[in-house]
């Protein structure tokens, strides 16, 4: 299973941004797909997870309201809606993928990674 996230940049506080992650290799439809960000010194921590059917959702408190996680399991793609972005939203954002339907928010049960795209949010 190959990830391929991508969608970051800079932007302003109070700005979008929106993530795609292209999954190739396997039957994407039998992933739990997740989104989590890591900055230099601490660890990679949960933003956001959608089940395989897209029906259920699960979002970091850091992040909820702000942002929507989705999924088109016909273009084999994930996607992270991120709006109102503030500077602490500043990472390399990662996805992830989970063989199966649970909603995982722990990085040790997910089983593939992409490669991370930076955002830079400025103040």
């Known amino acids: 299973v190959q990830l391929q996230a991508s969608g970051g940049g800079l932007v302003q506080a109070g700005g979008s941004l929106r993530l795609s992650c292209t999954v190739s290799?396997?039957?994407?439809?039998?992933?739990?797909m997740g989104w989590f960000r890591q900055v230099p010194g601490k660890e990679r921590e949960f933003v956001a997870a959608i089940n395989w059917s897209g029906g259920r959702t699960n979002y970091a408190d850091s992040v909820k309201g702000r942002v929507t996680i989705s999924r088109d399991n016909a273009k084999n793609t994930v996607y992270l809606q991120m709006n109102s972005l503030k500077p602490e939203d500043t990472a390399v954002y990662y996805c992830?993928?989970?063989?199966?339907?649970?909603?995982?928010?722990?990085?040790?049960?997910?089983?593939?990674w992409g490669q991370g795209t930076l955002v830079t949010v400025s103040s």
């Open positions: 290799g396997r039957t994407f439809s039998s992933y739990t």
């Open positions: 992830a993928a989970a063989f199966g339907d649970t909603i995982a928010v722990l990085t040790t049960l997910y089983d593939y």
